[in-house]
């Protein structure tokens, strides 16, 4: 069972860099880890995913270590609109429900 | 040109009612899911329809019952509607060709209040 732990919150400011760590000791082999972003009133929305080293797309970077037990999401420069809840999945999104669960998620709240 | 739209977005009924959820997807995808999220904010599972069929059936009460008419949409009747029903229902989509590690597009979220 792939589990993920989180700090339930963080608190930033507008233009800081925000790095949220996720915890999942237990990732297979085949494992990737993939991150959403909520707002309030939606649905959660797909923000990188990766499964070894460095990912970096337009919105976020995504660090793995070489034991991939763990991965931070970094925002660059964050802004208000960046406030929400970001999610750390790991494993089989598809057939394997006990990865199919989103934990509590991290709730960021920038501040101006 | 929504990718996953939900309908209603607010959903307010009596117990022991019965109530349907819909949703449409035009991203092509060929599985679909259903979500509840608690007041807690925890996501879980229900039911997940790949190519119309059922693949993932988590511990739900049998009053839950989902129907795929093609890929595109999958529905989610409710009868007998309880108290503890009340919660938010995200739709999501995905296509199964990508392998177990394809992103999930969420709907907005049909809130239902049961009273």
């Known amino acids: 069972l792939a589990k993920t732990t989180q700090p339930i919150s963080m608190d930033s400011y507008e233009g800081q860099e925000v790095n949220i760590t996720c915890s999942h000791n237990?990732?297979?082999?085949?494992?990737?880890i993939t991150w959403y972003q909520q707002f309030p009133s939606q649905g959660p929305r797909f923000i990188i995913q990766g499964y070894k080293t460095k990912v970096t797309n337009e919105v976020a970077s995504l660090f793995i270590p070489a034991d991939r037990k763990s991965s931070t999401l970094s925002l660059p420069r964050v802004s208000l609109s960046d406030t929400a809840v970001y999610y750390c999945?790991?494993?089989?999104?598809?057939?394997?429900?006990?990865?199919?669960?989103f934990g509590t998620g991290t709730r960021l709240q920038v501040f101006p | 040109d929504t990718a996953v739209s939900q309908t209603p977005k607010y959903l307010v009924t009596q117990m022991g009612n019965d109530k349907s959820i819909k949703c449409e997807q035009n991203l092509g995808h060929d599985t679909m899911y259903w979500y509840k999220q608690d007041s807690k904010k925890f996501l879980k599972i229900m039911f997940s329809y790949n190519n119309k069929e059922l693949i993932i059936n988590e511990t739900v009460p049998n009053r839950f019952s989902p129907k795929s008419p093609d890929k595109a949409h999958l529905n989610l009747h409710i009868n007998s509607l309880e108290l503890g029903d009340s919660a938010v229902y995200f739709c999501?989509?995905?296509?199964?060709?990508?392998?177990?590690?394809?992103?999930?597009?969420f709907g907005n979220g049909t809130r239902l209040t049961v009273t």
């Open positions: 237990n990732i297979a082999t085949n494992d990737y």
């Open positions: 999501a989509s995905t296509l199964s060709e990508r392998g177990g590690n394809s992103p999930l597009h």
């Open positions: 999945l790991v494993g089989d999104q598809l057939y394997n429900t006990d990865k199919l669960i």
